[in-house]
């Protein structure tokens, strides 16, 4: 059994930035990934989006970290070159319930900190975006959009930089909990045991299962998972919009709204489908209410224009139709585990706030 200092699960964004701010403090970390390269699951799947902080109950970890985060990605592309674009977002009314809306989330911005925001009038929405029809809508000038695969692979070039290392292939089939660390067994081409002093669990859709497959871990703290898929639908043609488009929110999500990538392609999404099982295909059958959705606020979106693109999942704590789940950062206070970090249910904003995540994860005494 080899002994190490850290274990990372998983190599997505979040367990990158995890990985790299234990590598940056000194400690000896290995990231175990089952994929075959960093960032193929949620990461990948991603819409890029930094978020501003604005949707998120005032002091959750949602609001916290992703205000911070925020700052902190901005901070880093910039001193790092990875490609980013501060292009901001509207967040559109078009009927007058829905401009009271509008006016709640303003509220909830300011007192998460984000006040920055500010309303357009009618024609100030038509001098900036003409094809969009809204009676009212909300600015967010520190919205913006970020290169998730240059991301992290910068944050894999710290870590190794520091000494730390990845072992792709390599899925992680069960541990137990002893009093002298905590026991994994990995599979993949080249099986083996590890005992670690810290395991930081960034498994994202698998993190649940990985923490109820340790031998001795409280099954009572490990919560239940939902899988809710996002769809998205490509636009065939020129985009007709600058800056991020986003209806007000829905229940499990924030809307059918514009997306933009650093080449300037548009999308449409993600939706709320509930999934019992991970599956990536997009039937071109959603197509129908994203032409509804995206006509309420672009009525000129021609027939036949919208093609299915790619779709991702989120690891929802909340079951369908229930009210919003904040992150879940477990520590030894939370399990009794020395050593032993899970986070849970790290769906949007988790891209923003993956740095301040790993700061967090750093003052949990590990």
Same mark, same amino acid.
């Given at each position: 059994?080899?002994q190490?200092?850290c ?28 994929e ?22 005032q ?8 205000v ?8 880093y592309?910039n ?25 709640d ?14 309303y357009?009038s009618?024609s ?5 975006? %003409?094809e /969009?029809?809204?009676? #009212?809508?909300?600015?967010?000038p520190s919205? &913006? ?5 240059? *991301? !992290? ?5 710290d ?5 730390g ?5 390599t ?27 810290t ?21 009572d703290?490990? %919560?239940? /998972?939902?899988?809710? #898929?996002?769809?998205y639908?490509?636009?065939? &043609?020129?985009a007709?919009?600058?800056? *991020? !488009?986003?209806?007000v ?7 059918v709204?514009?997306?933009?990538d650093m ?13 019992e ?5 997009v039937s071109p ?6 032409y ?11 027939d036949?224009?919208?093609t ?13 139709g ?22 849970f ?22």
């Open positions: 059994m080899e190490v200092d274990v990372v699960i998983g190599a997505g964004v979040v367990g990158m930035a995890c990985a790299r701010a234990l590598a940056l403090s000194g400690r000896e970390v290995i990231v175990i990934e089952k075959s390269m960093p960032g193929s699951e949620i990461s990948a799947r991603n819409s890029g989006v930094i978020h501003a902080g604005i949707y998120y109950p002091n959750s970890l949602k609001a916290e970290l992703c911070k985060g925020k700052e902190l990605l901005y901070s592309c001193n790092h070159a990875v490609p980013h674009e501060n292009c901001g977002k509207l967040i559109v009314a078009t009927t007058s319930a829905e401009e009271k809306t509008l006016e989330i303003r509220q909830r911005a300011h007192k998460n900190g984000v006040d920055d925001l500010y357009l009618q100030e929405i038509k001098d900036r975006e %003409p /969009l029809r809204a009676t #009212k809508a909300l600015y967010s919205t &913006g959009i970020v290169d998730v695969h240059n *991301l !992290i692979l910068a944050f894999q070039g870590l190794e930089n520091r000494g290392m990845i072992a792709f292939n899925p992680v089939t069960g541990g137990e909990v002893s009093d002298q660390g905590i026991i994994l067994h990995t599979g993949g081409e080249s099986p083996m045991t590890l005992r670690a002093k395991v930081i669990n960034a498994g994202g859709l698998h993190a649940p299962r990985l923490a109820s497959n340790l031998t001795h871990f409280p099954k703290c490990v %919560p239940n /998972l939902f899988y809710a #898929k996002g769809n639908f490509s636009l065939n &043609g020129k007709p919009f600058s800056s *991020l !488009i986003y209806p929110p829905e229940v499990a999500g924030l809307g709204h514009v997306t933009l080449e300037g392609q548009i999308r449409f999404g993600p939706d709320v489908e509930w999934v099982r991970l599956n990536y295909e059958d959603r197509s129908k209410p994203f509804d959705a995206i006509r309420r606020y672009w009525p000129n979106l021609k036949d224009t919208l299915p693109d790619y779709s991702g999942i989120r690891p929802k704590l909340q079951a369908p229930a009210p919003a789940v904040d992150f879940v950062i477990q520590d030894k206070n939370n399990h009794g585990i020395p050593g032993l970090i899970n986070l249910g790290i769906e949007s904003p988790g891209l923003t706030a993956s740095m301040a995540i790993a700061e967090k994860v750093l003052t949990l005494g590990i």
